[in-house]
């Protein structure tokens, strides 16, 4: 089953405005990726945050990890049009060996110009 | 450009038959990850290669296989297809098996469609 779970499915904001994605997930992790789809493309790997980080930036991005709550949130500052596309958590999780990433259905997101 | 290649992009075949997806990881990856992105189940972790050998499996049918080759490519083999194989499948690749910190990119996918 799927470990990660994105909060909202979709979001509509106007350009500039900020955009805060959440993820949970529920099992012991290592790590946390975030990645980016643009429609029915590869997946661009934005951002990986460690377990026992609690913040991390990069660019116009900051993730947050809450290892006690199972979650994590991205936020987008000055969104743009070109940030319109599906965003995606992963959880590497620790236990099985392999540290697939274990993903969520994503945030839907549509920056409007 | 994430460095990860995948071929052929775009596979449209018939149901029953069977075909061959293709990887090459990043340079100095030891890794390869297979991944499915479907409507009704999201992306998906099939199987994982490192360094030649089977490291661990996942929501991967029966029907498939795969391989990695001592350049290190891989191969995702899918055969008797039917209607609900059509994905997209996405190659990964890392540095190591695992790590604290390892760093997954993916390819540009493969889509596949089964008439």
């Known amino acids: 089953s799927q470990q990660g779970e994105e909060d909202p499915q979709a979001l509509s904001i106007q350009e500039g405005e900020n955009a805060t994605m959440n993820c949970s997930y529920k099992?012991?992790?290592?790590?946390l990726q975030w990645y980016r789809q643009n429609s029915g493309r590869g997946l661009v790997h934005l951002i990986l945050?460690?377990?026992?980080?609690r913040e991390k930036h990069s660019g116009r991005l900051r993730v947050t990890l809450d290892t006690s709550k199972k979650s994590s949130s991205l936020l987008i500052t000055a969104s743009r049009a070109a940030d319109t596309a599906s965003y995606f958590c992963?959880?590497?999780?620790?236990?099985?060996?392999?540290?697939?990433?274990?993903f969520g259905k994503g945030t839907k997101l549509s920056v409007i110009p | 450009d994430s460095g990860v290649t995948q071929t052929p992009k775009h596979l449209i075949t018939a149901t029953g038959q069977r075909v061959t997806l293709r990887c090459s990881p990043r340079?100095?990856?030891?890794?390869v990850y297979w991944y499915q992105q479907s409507l009704d189940q999201g992306l998906q972790f099939l199987i994982q290669?490192?360094?030649?050998?089977?490291?661990a499996k996942g929501n991967i049918l029966e029907r498939f296989s795969a391989q990695q080759f001592p350049d290190l490519h891989s191969e995702l083999n899918l055969s008797s297809l039917e209607l609900g194989d059509s994905a997209l499948y996405f190659c990964?690749?890392?540095?190591?098996?695992?790590?604290?910190?390892?760093?997954?990119?993916f390819g540009p996918g493969t889509r596949l469609t089964v008439l």
């Open positions: 990964a690749s890392s540095v190591a098996a695992g790590a604290y910190y390892n760093e997954q990119f």
């Open positions: 099992t012991s992790i290592n790590n």
């Open positions: 290669y490192y360094n030649g050998e089977e490291r």
């Open positions: 992963a959880s590497s999780y620790s236990g099985a060996g392999s540290y697939q990433l274990t």
């Open positions: 945050i460690r377990s026992n980080e």
């Open positions: 340079s100095g990856d030891l890794s």
